[in-house]
């Protein structure tokens, strides 16, 4: 069915609501009186680059503050993204690695979705994603998080493709003072951190560390990659059953300095002894360590009164990321048979790289004109992945068979897996914000952006935003999105599996939307909206046709999806709050007209805080993950559904606050999807039942 008829009867269907409702309206002033009641108390500045009440906002967006962190008893960023509609976090099983699929759109590196932090890209030029080698990200120093479900290339370029997800971290007037904590939970799981906020002569000064370490989640994978391999050489090389690798040690560190108009960050992220989960090639590794080190240092100035109807603001910020393998990977184990010959110590693989990231934008506001907020943005991108560095024992032969090459040693340059690249990026961005009547509103927009490498790239967006009501918004939007190929698929080299691709373009996606947010009381609020989106040039691996052996990196067909999205907030009392999603959605792969596979069409979290005595707040949530199926040609059985139920209990004693959790109370087998043809059988456990304990202090 076409991507716009798929919507119409929603078109339709949200139109007639909100008429229905805009009839009972009251008079202007008392329809403002009734806004100021019944209306959205947060904003949100991901949607247009301004702040806006969450409402009006011209996408589907949400927002997490400090407070609801606080209540879910979430240790990780991953714990709290779960809760968000039309995400659901699923484990990868090399490196651990966290996905976050957002309506169901999935693929092996996870680079469809843009993580900023503070408003700084953290995607990295080797694999297009947050990293690989990602390791958790803590919640203590995090002011809010802003989301948008959808498009957002026309605001913030490559990868904005399925969502946007934008860390805000705590400024000084966030985090007033001195507040140090502890905490300690299953396996072996310790952290510390002290963060302050204050006055230093005229700067304002937000401070912030964290150190800390896990064994991480040790359940047992029964067979992997080298079982089959066992299976068809008559080998006894495999480690399976054997306990998943995903430990790591952690060390997070932020400085901000604001004056005036000016601020300036500073973060670095360390993640060290990185397992790798179950193994970077399916094969269980019990020793190979990984470690990333990511710092990034932004400078930034903006005046929304620069003049009688203008504004501006500009960044500039600066990354270095560097991938180390201080224990070399054991991509297969000691004994695995090759036609091409055996390896006695196993296959030992150790990628370095180094990146160097540059970007600088500006933008200027103008308001001049009646009803109208023009946005005008520019920017040039630096990316340079300047060096790279291999340890191995192998060589690849011209069929792309990995042969053994004697002792580990150190290669570069074309026996590497990579060579180093740099791309450069030239953008602009226009947009206006059009109060088109007193409760309409228009925004259109525009980016284009021009590469270096992979050529250039258009993305509009249209949003037409409703006010029904003083209780009812609706929304009909339209967007393009783009995702740039990454280094490793472009020209990755020496892989015995996947092979880079010089000649791929950016993959494209079309997605119409509309949504209704209507504020039933003062006290409780309910968001719908129904979406479908179209994909092309979609970037796979396929067998390779040179080498006759393993697979490369090629534009494939494209994917056609449609879902929705229900929310539901209730501040029952003044003591219990409850509130919930549903998702759902139904992706389609165009080339073999059969499900895409991995995520789940169904997608039920559900959450009740209730403060039952003072300074006593108990938490409970359930999430329930159904309906995902295999890929086309995978005939492995079906992958169960789970439902799980965490609580947590936090009380505060003065200055001190403690806090307690248990997740995964009921001791769920929970697992996620391994990728196709199935290398790990059984599928990517999760923890079963797990215990954290907070200490915190407030000075």
């Known amino acids: 069915m076409c ?25 202007s002033e008392e329809d403002e009186d009734l806004k100021a009641v019944y209306g959205d108390k947060l904003t949100v500045s991901i949607a247009t680059g301004s702040q806006k009440s969450l409402r009006l906002a011209p996408a589907v967006t949400s927002v997490i503050t400090a407070a609801d962190i606080r209540a879910t008893g979430a240790i990780d960023l991953d714990q709290v993204l779960e809760a968000v509609a039309g995400i659901h976090v699923e484990r990868f099983g090399s490196a651990y690695f966290p996905a976050y699929v957002v309506r169901g759109i999935v693929s092996d590196l996870n680079p469809q979705i843009l993580v900023l932090q503070n408003g700084v890209p953290l995607t990295i030029l080797f694999q297009g994603n947050k990293s690989q080698l990602w390791g958790g990200y803590p919640l203590q120093h995090i002011a809010r998080i802003e989301i948008i479900r959808g498009p957002g290339s026309a605001l913030y370029g490559a990868d904005a493709y399925s969502g946007v997800i934008n860390i805000i971290t705590k400024n000084a007037a966030e985090t007033p003072g001195t507040e140090f904590g502890v905490s300690t939970g299953s396996y072996a799981t310790r952290d510390a951190w002290i963060q302050h906020g204050g006055k230093w002569g005229n700067l304002d000064v937000a401070a912030y560390l964290r150190a800390g370490k896990t064994a991480g989640n040790n359940e047992i994978i029964t067979a992997d990659a080298q079982t089959g391999f066992d299976q068809v050489f008559g080998t006894h090389a495999s480690l399976a059953p054997g306990p998943i690798n995903s430990g790591y040690d952690a060390i997070d560190a932020n400085l901000e300095l604001g004056y005036e108009k000016w601020r300036w960050r500073t973060n670095l992220i360390v993640r060290d002894n990185l397992g790798g989960g179950s193994g970077i090639a399916s094969a269980l590794d019990p020793l190979g360590k990984m470690k990333s080190q990511r710092l990034t240092s932004d400078l930034s100035w903006s005046d929304a009164h620069l003049g009688e109807n203008w504004g501006a603001g500009f960044n500039f910020s600066v990354m270095q990321y560097l991938q180390r393998i201080p224990v070399p990977l054991r991509l297969f184990p000691a004994g695995v048979t090759f036609p091409t010959g055996s390896f006695p110590i196993g296959m030992i693989g150790a990628p370095d790289t180094s990146e160097r990231q540059f970007r600088l934008s500006a933008y200027l506001l103008y308001s001049g004109w009646r009803e109208h907020h023009v946005r005008i943005g520019v920017g040039h991108d630096d990316l340079n992945l300047y060096d790279t560095l291999e340890y191995k024992n192998f060589l690849i032969t011209s069929s792309g068979l990995p042969q053994p090459a004697g002792d580990v040693k150190a290669y570069t340059g ?24 007193p409760d309409w509103s228009l925004t259109a927009g ?12 258009t993305n509009p967006r249209l949003a037409l935003v409703w006010e029904a009501a003083y209780n009812l918004t609706a929304k009909l939007l339209y967007g393009e999105a783009f995702r740039a190929p990454s280094f490793v698929e472009l020209y990755s080299i020496n892989n015995p599996t996947q092979r880079g691709n010089p000649s791929i373009q950016p993959e494209t996606i079309k997605t119409l939307e509309a949504a209704l947010i209507w504020q039933i009381r003062p006290e409780a609020q309910a968001k719908f909206n129904l979406f479908a989106f179209r994909m092309k040039n979609l970037i796979r691996t396929v067998p390779d046709a040179i080498s006759g052996s393993g697979s490369a990196y090629a534009n494939t067909s494209g994917q056609d999806g449609r879902g929705m999205e229900a929310e539901l907030n209730w501040q029952a009392s003044r003591q219990l709050k409850l509130s919930g999603n549903y998702s759902y959605q139904h992706n389609i792969d165009k080339a073999t007209n059969e499900d895409a596979g991995y995520a789940p069409h169904h997608h039920l979290f559900a959450r009740a805080d209730w403060q039952f005595a003072q300074d006593w707040l108990a938490s409970s949530q359930f999430n329930w993950v159904a309906g995902r199926k295999r890929t086309a040609g995978d005939l492995r059985p079906a992958i169960a559904d789970y439902k799980t139920l965490d609580f947590n209990l936090r009380t505060t004693a003065g200055r001190w606050e403690i806090a307690g959790s248990i997740r995964n109370l009921m001791n769920v087998d929970a697992r996620e999807p391994s990728f196709a043809p199935g290398a790990i059988p059984n599928d990517i456990p999760l923890p079963r039942r797990n215990f954290y304990l907070q200490l915190m202090y407030k000075m």
């Open 3 to 27: 991507l716009w008829r798929r919507n119409s009867l929603l078109t339709s269907l949200l139109l007639a609501l909100s008429m229905s409702t805009h009839a009972q309206t009251q008079s």
């Open 414 to 437: 074309p026996l590497a897996f990579l060579q180093p690249h740099r791309r450069k990026i030239d953008y602009l961005i226009l947009q206006d914000e059009w109060q088109l009547a």
């Open 446 to 457: 525009v980016r284009h952006d021009r590469y270096s490498d992979v050529g250039s790239t």
